[in-house]
């Protein structure tokens, strides 16, 4: 087997017979169905709001929507998992109604929501925050669904993480609790897995911008990488300016992280990173011609 062939089977996650191939870029945009998130909070509660918004996402080629019912935000409330569902399902019939064959990913760190969107909704993919450590059930449930699922790298939980910035070896400590998860993951028959270093989660900005800096060692784990960058505080307190003024810095942050491996971009405004792919892909197009 040559090394593209390698790479690329590396690159292809599979959800009950439907192949995302990730070695081109993919774009996830991101559907916030919470009163309280950091910069859509309360947008899309109502049906109409959740369809236009969902037609708005299509239309301009997210590959993926997640839809998050919990907002993960520092200081945000903790909600019981009654009303985490409540929120969520709402939204996900009306998608799937309209939408049969959307690729839908739901983001929840508890097993129970994430059994039920797929089994009743055919969610294609789960992302949990926590990679497993805020439900005991999550890897069980992953292994039983044998459903594609997200990683993420967070110290702690979204009450206490940013108390927990400190690391011995940042890249080195995030490489090996994926690597860790991983290794468990596959032990389980869980083979359909995406990796994301957290931006934002147990981070300072100067630990954001390292962790960008050095995307490329998420490589060695040979598993496709997410970068959830979208109007983060990494950006706009930077530029110190707000999340709704930020688009500019996450088209650009964007870029970076594709140039330094990423595989999927989860974003709120579609469009703009739809076209940072397309810039993305001709240059690398053109590099691949002097190689």
């Known amino acids: 087997m040559d090394k593209d062939t390698f790479f690329k089977k590396k690159q292809i996650i599979n959800s009950n017979g439907k192949y995302m191939d990730f070695s081109e870029p993919k774009i996830i945009g991101i559907l916030n169905i919470t009163p309280d998130s950091f910069f859509d909070g309360g ?134 609790y994926l690597g860790n998860q991983i290794y468990f993951l596959k032990k389980k028959g869980i083979n359909d897995l995406i990796i994301d270093p957290g931006f934002g989660f147990g981070k300072t900005i100067d630990q954001n911008y390292q962790i960008l800096a050095h995307l490329d060692a998420l490589k060695i784990l040979e598993y496709p990488v997410l970068a959830g960058l979208s109007r983060k505080s990494m950006i706009y307190r930077l530029l110190e300016t707000t999340p709704g003024e930020a688009l500019n810095g996450t088209i650009a942050l964007n870029m970076l992280a594709l140039l330094n491996g990423a595989n999927l971009l989860r974003v709120h405004d579609v469009k703009e990173a739809k076209q940072t792919v397309r810039l993305f892909l001709k240059t690398e197009e053109e590099r691949n011609k002097y190689l």
């Open 43 to 176: 947008k899309y509660q109502e049906e109409k709001s959740i369809i236009n918004k969902t037609d708005e996402l299509i239309s301009d080629g997210a590959d993926i929507i997640d839809i998050g019912a919990y907002s993960s935000r520092p200081g945000a409330a903790d909600i019981s998992e009654k009303i985490e569902w409540q929120r969520l399902v709402g939204a996900l019939k009306i998608i799937r109604k309209k939408y049969p064959d959307t690729v839908l990913s739901v983001d929840t760190f508890r097993s129970g929501i994430a059994r039920k969107a797929v089994n009743d909704y055919n969610v294609n993919i789960v992302n949990d925050i926590s990679g497993g450590k805020l439900d005991k059930n999550m890897h069980d449930t992953i292994a039983e669904m044998q459903i594609p699922y997200i990683i993420m790298h967070m110290p702690g939980t979204p009450r206490n993480m940013q108390e927990r910035t400190d690391y011995k070896d940042l890249i080195r400590d995030i490489v090996d």
